[in-house]
Antibody, heavy 119, light 110 residues
Framework: EVQLVESGGGLVQPGGSLRLSCTAS????????MHWVRQAPGKGLVWVSRIKSDVTSASYADSVKGRFTISRDNANDTLYLQMNSLRAEDTAVYYC????????????WGQGTMVTVSS | QSALTQPPSASGSPGQSVTISCTGT?????????VSWYQHHPGKAPKVMIYEVSKRPSGVPDRFSGSKSGNTASLTVSGLQAEDEADYYC??????????FGGGTKLTVL
C-alpha cells in the first residue's frame, strides 16, 4: 500500500525546536518531489516547503524561511522538516505530501502530525 | 505570498450544481496551468479532485470539473451528493519554486 506516515509532533515552547519525519512506503520514494503543508486550528491549508527528488533544491514559504529546513534521506525513504525558533503561529497539523501528478499536484498525503507551540 | 481568494462558504441541495471560485493574479493562477483542487474532510488527509486546471484523477467522479479564465480558476460539482460536503482548497504554482493555497471553501449540502 502506498503510504506516508508523519511523526515527531508534540508540545514545544516558543523559541524551541522540533524535527518532523515522514516515512514513505509502497513506492519508490527517491523518484518523487515532496512537500510539507500545514493547517493551523480552524484555518486553511498553507504550503510550507518543497524538496526535489534528488535533494538538489528546496524552497520555502516566507513565513518559515530561515527557521525551517526540509531534507530527505532517500536511502531510508524518509522526509524531514527541521523546525527552529518556533513561534505560537507555527501551531498546526503538519502534512507531508507526494507530488505524483503532473503540474505539481499531490496524489498522496499523510494523516498529519500536530505541533503545538506554547509555554 | 498571498493566499488565493476563495469564498468562505458555498451550498446547494442534493442534485444541484455548485461552482467554487479561486482568484489569484497573473503571477500564479493566471500565469500557469498548474491549478489543482483538494477535498478535505476534517480529521482526514486531503484528496485531489482536479489537477492541471481541468484534469480528473482516476477514481474521482466526473461530477467534479475544473476550469480557468484569466486569473480565476473554478471547481464545479454537479449532481451534489451528501458526501460532497467538505472543505475545498485550490492550489497553484506561483513561480520561483513557490506554491500557494486558497483560503478554503466550506461546501454544505443542504
Amino acid at each position: 500500500e502506498v503510504q506516508l506516515v508523519e511523526s515527531g509532533g508534540g508540545l514545544v515552547q516558543p523559541g524551541g525546536s522540533l524535527r518532523l519525519s515522514c516515512t514513505a512506503s509502497g513506492f519508490t520514494f527517491s523518484s518523487y518531489w515532496m512537500h510539507w503543508v500545514r493547517q493551523a486550528p480552524g484555518k486553511g491549508l498553507v504550503w510550507v516547503s518543497r524538496i526535489k527528488s534528488d535533494v538538489t533544491s528546496a524552497s520555502y514559504a516566507d513565513s518559515v524561511k530561515g527557521r525551517f529546513t526540509i531534507s530527505r534521506d532517500n536511502a531510508n525513504d524518509t522526509l524531514y522538516l527541521q523546525m527552529n525558533s518556533l513561534r505560537a503561529e507555527d501551531t498546526a497539523v503538519y502534512y507531508c505530501a507526494r507530488v505524483g501528478l503532473t503540474g505539481g499536484a499531490f496524489d498522496i498525503w499523510g494523516q498529519g502530525t500536530m505541533v503545538t507551540v506554547s509555554s | 505570498q498571498s493566499a488565493l481568494t476563495q469564498p468562505p462558504s458555498a451550498s446547494g441541495s442534493p442534485g444541484q450544481s455548485v461552482t467554487i471560485s479561486c482568484t489569484g493574479t497573473s503571477s500564479d493562477v493566471g500565469g500557469y496551468n498548474y491549478v489543482s483542487w483538494y477535498q478535505h474532510h476534517p480529521g482526514k488527509a486531503p484528496k485531489v479532485m482536479i489537477y492541471e486546471v481541468s484534469k480528473r484523477p482516476s477514481g474521482v467522479p466526473d461530477r467534479f470539473s475544473g476550469s480557468k479564465s484569466g486569473n480565476t480558476a473554478s471547481l464545479t460539482v454537479s449532481g451534489l451528493q451528501a458526501e460532497d460536503e467538505a472543505d475545498y482548497y485550490c492550489y497553484s504554482y506561483a513561480g520561483s519554486n513557490i506554491w500557494v493555497f486558497g483560503g478554503g471553501t466550506k461546501l454544505t449540502v443542504l
